[in-house]
C-alpha cells in the first residue's frame, strides 16, 4: 500500500471499498499497528500512533472488528464480550446496551462462542468492539458469509452507534451496503485511492471503474 | 486377598496425589499454554535444592519455606516466559522445546556443580510418620494431606482459570493469540502471568515431594516421565483428568510392585500405553 491519504471526522461515518487484495483490511490493521511495518502518520486525536502499542491505541479509543470476527471459540459470549469491556475506554456502552441491541446475545451469554451461528458471532465481535467504548470503530467485511436479513440487522447499529458521537470505517466488498450506510467513502485500487467523495455525487459507472481499475 | 487389593488401591490414590501436584503445572503448561515444558521436572527439582539449602540455613519446615517463597516462585516464572519463553511463542513446536531441553541440562549440571550427585531428602517432622487406622487398612496423615492438597490446587486453578478476568484472558490468548494481539490483549502480558501461577505447583509439588521421597539433581527427568502420563491420561486442559490420571498411575505402579518389585514402573507404562489405545484424547479431554 502506498500514498492512501485519509481522514474521517467526528461522528463521520466513512466507507472503504475495493476488490480483495486492494489494502483495506492491510490499512485498518495499519490503523491500529498490526500490520508490520508501516511509514507514514496516523493521527487521532492529538496522538501519534506510530508511537503507541495497540493495547494503547485500543485504550485511546479505537476498536477492531477483525476480518473473520477473530473470537475467542472456547470462551463464552460474556467472557468475549467483557474482554473488549476490559481492555476498553470507559463510556457509555455497557453490557446492557450491547443486549440490547443483540437480544440473541443475552439468551446465550453463557455458551461457548464456537456454539453459535455465523451471524452471532459477529455480533459479539461487533459487540465486543463497542464495549470497548471506541470514538473510533474499524469495521472489517461484516457481512461477510453472512445472510442479507443477519446482516441488515448488523448494520442497523452503525447509525445509532455514530448518533453517540462514534466514527466509523465500514470496509467491504459490498459497494451497495457500504455506500448506503457511509457519509463519504475511499475507493482502494491496488494499494492506492483510486476514488473518494460523496456516495451521492458518484455514480455507479465512475466507481465500478475506480472499484475494478479501467 | 480383599485388603490386599484395597490397600493397594487407597495407596495408590494417594500417591496419586502426589503425582497429579507434580503434574499440574505440565497440565498447565500443556493444555492452557499449549507447549511442551521439558524442564518442568528439572524446575520442581531445583526448587527442592533452593528449599533444602534454605531449610538448612534457617531450619524451618520446608512447608513454611515454601509458604513464604510463593511469590518468589511466582516472579520467577513471570520472568522465565516474559525474557525467554516468550520469545518462542507462535513459532511452532519445536523451538519452545530446543529451549526448555537447554534450560534442563543448564538446570541439570548447575545442581550437580552446586550440590553433587547424592541423593537427598528434606524432614517433614513427626507429622511424616503419622498415621491412623480405618477399618484394615493404614493411612498415612502426610499423604492424605498431600492429596487434598493437591485437589485444593485443582479447585483454585479451576476457580482462577474459568471464574476470574485475568483466567478468561488466559484462555482467550490461549484460542488465539494474533486475534488476541489484533483488539489490544497483547500475549507478550498474559502468558508470563500464567507461567507465574505454573511455578507456584511446581514450588507446592517441590516442598510435597522432597519430603515424600528421595531426589538428586539428576531425577527431573524421569519425574516429567510421570508428569505427561497423568496429563495425556486425563486429558490435555483438564486439571480434575490430571488428577484421575496420576491416580490411575499411582494404582497402576502399586498392583505391579506387588506382583514383581521390578514391574512397578513397568506397569505404569503398560497402563499408559493401554489408556492412549483406548482413548487416546484421555479420560476428560475438553474439546
Same mark, same amino acid.
Given at each position: 500500500?502506498?500514498?492512501?491519504?485519509?481522514?474521517?471526522?467526528?461522528?463521520?461515518?466513512?466507507?472503504?471499498?475495493?476488490?480483495?487484495?486492494?489494502?483495506?483490511?492491510?490499512?485498518?490493521?495499519?490503523?491500529?499497528?498490526?500490520?508490520?511495518?508501516?511509514?507514514?502518520? =496516523?493521527?487521532?486525536?492529538?496522538?501519534?500512533?506510530? /508511537?503507541?502499542?495497540?493495547?494503547?491505541?485500543?485504550?485511546?479509543?479505537?476498536?477492531?472488528?477483525?476480518?473473520?470476527?477473530?473470537?475467542?471459540?472456547?470462551?463464552?459470549?460474556?467472557?468475549?464480550?467483557?474482554?473488549?469491556?476490559?481492555?476498553?475506554?470507559?463510556?457509555?456502552?455497557?453490557?446492557?446496551?450491547?443486549?440490547?441491541?443483540?437480544?440473541?446475545?443475552?439468551?446465550?451469554?453463557?455458551?461457548?462462542?464456537?456454539?453459535?451461528?455465523?451471524?452471532?458471532?459477529?455480533?459479539?465481535?461487533?459487540?465486543?468492539?463497542?464495549?470497548?467504548?471506541?470514538?473510533?470503530?474499524?469495521?472489517?467485511?461484516?457481512?461477510?458469509?453472512?445472510?442479507?436479513?443477519?446482516?441488515?440487522?448488523?448494520?442497523?447499529?452503525?447509525?445509532?452507534?455514530?448518533?453517540?458521537?462514534?466514527? /466509523?470505517?465500514?470496509?467491504?466488498?459490498?459497494?451497495?451496503?457500504?455506500?448506503?450506510?457511509?457519509?463519504?467513502?475511499?475507493?482502494?485500487?491496488?494499494?492506492?485511492?483510486?476514488?473518494?467523495?460523496?456516495?451521492?455525487? =458518484?455514480?455507479?459507472?465512475?466507481?465500478?471503474?475506480?472499484?475494478?481499475?479501467? | 486377598?480383599?485388603?490386599?487389593?484395597?490397600?493397594?488401591?487407597?495407596?495408590?490414590?494417594?500417591?496419586?496425589?502426589?503425582?497429579?501436584?507434580?503434574?499440574?503445572?505440565?497440565?498447565?503448561?500443556?493444555?492452557?499454554?499449549?507447549?511442551?515444558?521439558?524442564?518442568?521436572?528439572?524446575?520442581?527439582?531445583?526448587?527442592?535444592?533452593?528449599?533444602?539449602?534454605?531449610?538448612?540455613?534457617?531450619?524451618?519446615?520446608?512447608?513454611?519455606?515454601?509458604?513464604?517463597?510463593?511469590?518468589?516462585?511466582?516472579?520467577?516464572?513471570?520472568?522465565?516466559?516474559?525474557?525467554?519463553?516468550?520469545?518462542?511463542?507462535?513459532?511452532?513446536?519445536?523451538?519452545?522445546?530446543?529451549?526448555?531441553?537447554?534450560?534442563?541440562?543448564?538446570?541439570?549440571?548447575?545442581?550437580?556443580?552446586?550440590?553433587?550427585?547424592?541423593?537427598?531428602?528434606?524432614?517433614?517432622?513427626?507429622?511424616?510418620?503419622?498415621?491412623?487406622?480405618?477399618?484394615?487398612?493404614?493411612?498415612?496423615?502426610?499423604?492424605?494431606?498431600?492429596?487434598?492438597?493437591? /485437589?485444593?490446587?485443582?479447585?483454585?486453578?479451576?476457580?482462577?482459570?474459568?471464574?476470574?478476568?485475568?483466567?478468561?484472558?488466559?484462555?482467550?490468548?490461549?484460542?488465539?493469540?494474533?486475534?488476541?494481539?489484533?483488539?489490544?490483549?497483547?500475549?507478550?502480558?498474559?502468558?508470563?502471568?500464567?507461567?507465574?501461577?505454573?511455578?507456584?505447583?511446581?514450588?507446592?509439588?517441590?516442598?510435597?515431594?522432597?519430603?515424600?521421597?528421595?531426589?538428586?539433581?539428576?531425577?527431573?527427568?524421569?519425574?516429567?516421565?510421570?508428569?505427561?502420563?497423568?496429563?495425556?491420561?486425563?486429558?490435555?486442559?483438564?486439571?480434575?483428568?490430571?488428577?484421575?490420571?496420576?491416580?490411575?498411575?499411582?494404582?497402576?505402579?502399586?498392583?505391579?510392585?506387588?506382583?514383581?518389585?521390578?514391574?512397578?514402573?513397568?506397569?505404569?507404562?503398560?497402563?499408559?500405553?493401554?489408556?492412549?489405545?483406548?482413548?487416546?484424547?484421555?479420560?476428560?479431554?475438553?474439546?
Amino acid at each position: 500500500m502506498h500514498d492512501v491519504d485519509l481522514s474521517v471526522g467526528e461522528g463521520e461515518i466513512v466507507s472503504i471499498i475495493g476488490a480483495n487484495g486492494a489494502g483495506k483490511s492491510s490499512f485498518l490493521k495499519a490503523l491500529v499497528r498490526q500490520a508490520g511495518r508501516v511509514t507514514g502518520s =496516523a493521527r487521532f486525536a492529538r496522538d501519534d500512533l506510530a /508511537v503507541l502499542s495497540t493495547r494503547d491505541i485500543v485504550a485511546k479509543g479505537i476498536a477492531l472488528v477483525p476480518e473473520g470476527r477473530k473470537l475467542f471459540p472456547s470462551l463464552s459470549v460474556f467472557e468475549n464480550l467483557r474482554i473488549g469491556w476490559e481492555l476498553g475506554r470507559k463510556g457509555g456502552i455497557a453490557l446492557d446496551q450491547v443486549y440490547e441491541w443483540f437480544p440473541v446475545l443475552l439468551e446465550r451469554r453463557d455458551q461457548r462462542t464456537r456454539e453459535l451461528s455465523g451471524g452471532q458471532q459477529q455480533m459479539v465481535a461487533l459487540g465486543r468492539a463497542l464495549l470497548a467504548n471506541p470514538r473510533l470503530l474499524l469495521c472489517d467485511e461484516i457481512s461477510l458469509g453472512l445472510a442479507p436479513r443477519i446482516v441488515n440487522e448488523l448494520y442497523e447499529i452503525i447509525p445509532r452507534v455514530r448518533d453517540r458521537g462514534v466514527s /466509523v470505517i465500514v470496509v467491504e466488498q459490498d459497494i451497495t451496503r457500504s455506500l448506503a450506510v457511509a457519509d463519504r467513502f475511499y475507493c482502494f485500487l491496488e494499494g492506492e485511492v483510486s476514488l473518494s467523495g460523496r456516495p451521492a455525487d =458518484a455514480n455507479r459507472e465512475t466507481i465500478m471503474q475506480h472499484y475494478f481499475g479501467a | 486377598m480383599v485388603e490386599t487389593i484395597l490397600n493397594l488401591i487407597v495407596q495408590g490414590v494417594l500417591i496419586g496425589g502426589l503425582y497429579a501436584l507434580f503434574a499440574l503445572g505440565l497440565s498447565l503448561s500443556l493444555g492452557v499454554m499449549r507447549f511442551v515444558n521439558i524442564a518442568h521436572g528439572d524446575m520442581i527439582v531445583l526448587f527442592s535444592f533452593v528449599l533444602l539449602s534454605l531449610t538448612g540455613v534457617i531450619g524451618w519446615s520446608p512447608f513454611v519455606v515454601a509458604l513464604i517463597l510463593m511469590p518468589v516462585a511466582f516472579g520467577a516464572g513471570y520472568v522465565l516466559q516474559r525474557f525467554l519463553l516468550q520469545r518462542t511463542v507462535g513459532k511452532g513446536i519445536l523451538p519452545i522445546l530446543l529451549v526448555t531441553f537447554g534450560l534442563s541440562i543448564i538446570i541439570q549440571n548447575g545442581l550437580l556443580e552446586a550440590y553433587g550427585p547424592n541423593t537427598r531428602k528434606l524432614s517433614g517432622g513427626p507429622i511424616e510418620l503419622a498415621a491412623f487406622r480405618v477399618g484394615p487398612i493404614d493411612i498415612g496423615v502426610y499423604p492424605l494431606l498431600v492429596f487434598l492438597l493437591a /485437589v485444593a490446587l485443582i479447585v483454585g486453578l479451576d476457580a482462577f482459570l474459568y471464574r476470574t478476568s485475568i483466567g478468561a484472558r488466559i484462555r482467550a490468548v490461549s484460542d488465539d493469540p494474533a486475534a488476541a494481539d489484533l483488539i489490544g490483549l497483547a500475549s507478550a502480558r498474559i502468558y508470563p502471568v500464567a507461567m507465574g501461577v505454573v511455578a507456584i505447583t511446581m514450588l507446592a509439588a517441590a516442598a510435597c515431594m522432597s519430603v515424600w521421597t528421595n531426589f538428586d539433581p539428576a531425577i527431573g527427568p524421569s519425574r516429567l516421565l510421570a508428569a505427561f502420563e497423568a496429563v495425556v491420561l486425563g486429558g490435555l486442559g483438564s486439571l480434575w483428568g490430571t488428577l484421575a490420571g496420576g491416580v490411575i498411575i499411582g494404582i497402576a505402579q502399586n498392583f505391579g510392585s506387588q506382583l514383581d518389585a521390578s514391574w512397578q514402573i513397568l506397569a505404569q507404562h503398560l497402563v499408559f500405553l493401554a489408556a492412549l489405545v483406548l482413548r487416546p484424547q484421555g479420560l476428560f479431554a475438553k474439546g
